[in-house]
């Protein structure tokens, strides 16, 4: 892992279609990241579109979704990311293409809240995963304030997926 000092942290965060948590992740990170964290998605099976429920609840949620597409790993070849986190089973178990072999990687396995009929379970699902994600942030955060090392902030990305 590079230093992070003067560039924030780059982060990839990949999921199989990067229509939802992925990109939930990349909006979460990005907007709220202080400067500090440096954020993208993509899909190891883009489907090309955003969910229109991901969309939906980004925009309630207080997050400008400009910006935000589905796009491929490939596509963001020139992004060189400090770390590469999964937010799908799915995602973690894909291979990375070569530009991110040595790219160190964190699993994050959160729900999809697409798959479900019930809207009531989708909001719900929806609300877990975006306050899983922006309590994720605000930890990195204050880890990042600290001035911590490269190898100390990807521990905390580590330790972070076993919070909730």
């Not at 709220?32 to 949620?61: E, M, Q």
């Amino acid at each position: 892992m590079t230093s992070t000092a003067g560039t924030g942290l780059k982060l990839i965060f990949l999921c199989t279609h990067n229509a939802c948590r992925s990109i939930v992740s990349e909006a979460i990170f990005r907007q709220r990241g202080d400067g500090l964290v440096l954020a993208a998605s993509a899909g190891s099976l883009p489907s090309g579109v955003v969910h229109p429920l991901t969309l939906r609840h980004l925009v309630s949620r207080g997050y400008d979704p400009a910006g935000l597409f589905s796009k491929s790993m490939d596509e963001l070849s020139e992004f060189t990311p400090d770390a590469v986190i999964t937010v799908c089973d799915g995602a973690a178990e894909a291979a990375c293409p070569v530009w991110l072999d040595t790219t160190p990687r964190v699993h994050w396995p959160l729900p999809d809240p697409t798959r479900l009929a019930d809207p009531a379970l989708i909001d719900a699902e929806f609300a877990a995963v975006f306050n899983t994600l922006e309590s994720r942030l605000q930890r990195l955060l204050a880890h990042l304030h600290h001035g911590r090392g490269a190898d100390e902030v990807l521990d905390c990305l580590h330790l972070l997926n076993s919070e909730t």
